[in-house]
T-cell receptor, first 112, second 114 residues
Framework: DAGITQSPRHKVTETGTPVTLRCHQT?????MYWYRQDPGHGLRLIHY???????DKGEVSDGYSVSRSKTEDFLLTLESATSSQTSVYFC???????????FGSGTRLTVV | TQLLEQSPQFLSIQEGENLTVYCNSS?????LQWYRQEPGEGPVLLVT?????EVKKLKRLTFQFGDARKDSSLHITAAQPGDTGLYLC??????????????FGKGTKLSVIP
């Protein structure tokens, strides 16, 4: 019954391979976000979306791209994964841009 | 320079003790949010404070927004093992194109020992 789900929950991939993480919501919220969380850095915004096909870069967007073709889905793609992209990735949604966020349970990505 | 400074970084206390964690900045904010994150899960919103000097209570948790709206504190009374987690403060900042984004502090990791 979760309003936001991320898949996969865990992934191990090799350096140089493409990886896509999926975020799916059932709340019909307009805003969706991708964050990464790393020790010593906290949560940092990668990309966000303010509507279907409307996306913008966050603080740490290099090496990542996103797509949002439907309200409910927000995809994060690592075109060519590097070891520095080993992290826990969180998707979040919000009904309006100034309100509280609801986070997914995260995807733990390891690039070897 | 970090927008939000949280202190302490780590805190380990015995069950039943009281504690306070802090979130400070040199900037003024229109509002500030507190989240708690448990291991293996995403952050969960606890409260939003919007008015300088505002105090909000959530059971044993008391949140205060500074008078100048530059800082906030979270006080937990009689801590329990279920309070263990990472406590994050966050603020909304304008990111252009009519959109805003949430920026987080690095958090305070709390361990409550039974």
């Amino acid at each position: 019954d979760a309003g936001i789900t991320q898949s996969p929950r865990h992934k191990v991939t090799e350096t140089g391979t493409p990886v896509t993480l999926r975020c799916h919501q059932t709340e019909n919220h307009r805003y969706m976000y991708w964050y990464r969380q790393d020790p010593g850095h906290g949560l940092r915004l990668i990309h966000y979306s303010y509507g279907v096909k409307d996306t913008d870069k966050g603080e740490v967007s290099d090496g990542y791209s996103v797509s949002r073709s439907k309200t409910e889905d927000f995809l994060l793609t690592l075109e060519s994964a590097t070891s520095s992209q080993t992290s826990v990735y969180f998707c979040a949604i919000s009904e309006n841009s100034g309100g509280g966020y609801t986070f997914g349970s995260g995807t733990r990505l390891t690039v070897v | 320079t970090q927008l939000l400074e949280q202190s302490p970084q780590f805190l380990s206390i015995q069950e039943g003790e009281n504690l306070t964690v802090y979130c400070n900045s040199s900037s003024v904010f229109s509002s500030l949010q507190w989240y708690r994150q448990e291991p293996g899960e995403g952050p969960v919103l606890l409260v939003t404070v919007v008015t300088g000097g505002e105090v909000k209570k959530l059971k044993r948790l008391t949140f205060q927004f500074g008078d100048a709206r530059k800082d906030s504190s979270l006080h937990i009374t009689a801590a329990q093992p279920g309070d263990t987690g990472l406590y994050l403060c966050a603020v909304i900042s304008y990111s252009g194109a009519g959109s805003y984004q949430l920026t987080f502090g690095k958090g305070t990791k709390l361990s409550v020992i039974p």
